[in-house]
């Protein structure tokens, strides 16, 4: 199975024309059996009493971080549905619909970064090296974000930053509302912006599936429901993070 | 770009009966190509641009061939050659619109052997994908006919998605005119779409001109009563009177009450990747009658919303004028 798939430019020569899509079934397959496997495992796993929800609740995300995140996951969902569907035979008017899209992504995640970096404590989502310590050791618990959560958002923020640049440079050689279409890449170069927005479609697709798969897993669901109403209680609080290294707003 | 006087090897299969020909295409998939007349097909294959395993020759079907009385109108068989259309009694009195356009296809000889189906199925005329440049309508990931330095006198000014080809079927938009509506067979049965429906832009589907599947043949075109003999209006514009695809053409058919238009239908060709259908032309043409004044009042209309490409400018007067001789007729 090719990583790459080739053609011959106007010159006649060879260069790369995008990925190969076939890596998207060996993805999709990877991702089922990832999670198949970690279902299995964690149901022979033999696990505690879960916190209790009840009692005093903990801010764990404000209002426009969660706003963000929708937007960021509505618009994530809305790529890779108007670009995949296509590539796998569902004919419809797409491109539209997935530049918009893209541009809203694009917008969003500038806003989010600028307020990670000026507004929030960049470092909480950070991965150190003591994380990296104490990832094994099941008697230190992290702050706010564990090790999974940060090496997650980690992964994602790379793969989106990589599809937004590539889908910038596509879209810059589209017609659209505002310019007309030039040809002023040379083919190889389109080829490889075409490869890496490929690629990184292909990650994202493996990425969101853990994501929504372990969002939806039972001992996560209060990190999903925070994500909605924006609290965790203070038992999950204190059952799933070391409250020396992460002390909230108690008054979400 | 390799060009040959002499077929490549391809596999050969003349079917005499549709469940054959569905059980091959079915099989074949993406390496099986349908034949009709051939006229389209042939050059594909002698420029090397592109490489069927296999043909499936559609022309042996009797069943796909002829013209059929229906209940609401009549029904044309695929490979009913564009010669039989014209010399057919039926078509002649009442849809002679569809007479008019297959009248104007390239030459007589291909209109001998050239087949209804096969002109609404095939390819665009773009020469950087005609020459088996891998353009995005060949899968790639550029177009060469737009951009600033591209020859694109003969593309499109309406529906551009990434990809500027135009319909190159003269009868497409003849049949859009009237309605017409395209049976479609497959193993999984039988689906019969509108001619609007039929034809796809770059924008829903970039490497088809059609809705066709690969695994799905085009048997019959249904042509409902509503527009039988009313008022039609076709032509042509091109660079040759003969064998040369419309740079700009126009199928115009017209319901009147007295003087005046009561419902229309105008249909452009030559200026998107589908037949254009001119809506806004149809909304004002009602209740106007056909005269100079009505032809100057609607003609701008036509060109309203167009994005012309750096070298065919000419094609925004051209359609407007058009639409003007349609009004005066």
Sequence with gaps: MDIATYKHDVWGTEVIRGVSWDLLWLVVVAAFLVIVLHGIYEARQERGEQPSSDGDRIQRHQKIDRIFHWIMAFSMFALLITGILPIVGVNFAWLSLHWISGLILTAIVLAHILRSIFVKDLKSVLISAADIREGRDDSKKPGKYSLAQKGMHASVTVVTLVVIVSGLIMFAMLDTPWWDRTNSMSESALGWTFLLHGLSTLALVGLISLHVYFALRPENLFYLRSMFSGWISKDELSANHDPERWAPDESP | ?329
């Design chain 2, 1 to 329: 770009m390799a060009s040959f006087d002499v077929m490549p090897d391809v596999q050969l299969y003349q079917p005499t009966e549709l469940d054959d020909a569905l059980n091959l295409a079915d099989q074949l998939g993406d390496k099986g190509w349908l034949l009709g007349g051939g006229q389209d097909t042939y050059g594909w294959l002698k420029d090397r641009a592109k490489h069927p395993q296999a043909m499936i020759d559609l022309t042996g079907i009797d069943t796909l061939r002829g013209v059929r009385e229906i209940s609401d109108g009549i029904e044309i068989g695929a490979t009913t050659t564009l010669r039989e259309i014209i010399r057919d009694e039926r078509i002649n009195r009442d849809y002679g619109l569809l007479v008019s356009a297959a009248n104007v296809v390239a030459s007589p000889q291909i209109r001998n052997v050239g087949t209804l189906g096969g002109n609404l199925t095939q390819d665009t005329r773009c020469w950087y994908y005609r020459r088996g440049l891998d353009c995005y309508r060949a899968g790639g990931n550029t177009c060469y006919a737009n951009s600033t330095e591209s020859m694109n006198r003969e593309h499109c000014v309406f529906g551009a998605s990434r990809c500027v080809a135009v319909s190159p079927s003269d009868t497409a938009i003849a049949l859009t005119a009237l309605d017409a509506k395209m049976v479609i067979q497959s193993l999984q049965g039988e689906r019969v779409v509108t001619a609007e429906d039929f034809f796809v832009g770059p924008d829903t589907n970039i490497t088809s001109m059609t809705s066709l599947g690969r695994r799905e043949i085009l048997t019959a075109i249904r042509i409902p009563s509503k527009w039988s003999g009313k008022k039609f209006y076709f032509e042509k514009v091109a660079d040759r009177n003969v064998w040369d695809f419309a740079l700009v053409s126009i199928a115009a058919v017209m319901s009147m009450d007295g003087d005046a238009i009561a419902d229309s239908r105008f249909i452009l060709g030559g200026v998107a990747c589908t037949p254009h259908r001119l809506r806004n032309v149809e909304r004002a043409a009602r209740g106007k009658s056909l005269s100079e004044e009505s032809a100057d009042a609607l003609a701008s209309l036509a060109s309203v919303g167009a994005d012309p490409l750096n070298y065919n400018h000419f094609k925004l007067p051209l359609m407007e004028n058009l639409v003007r001789r349609a009004m005066r007729a």
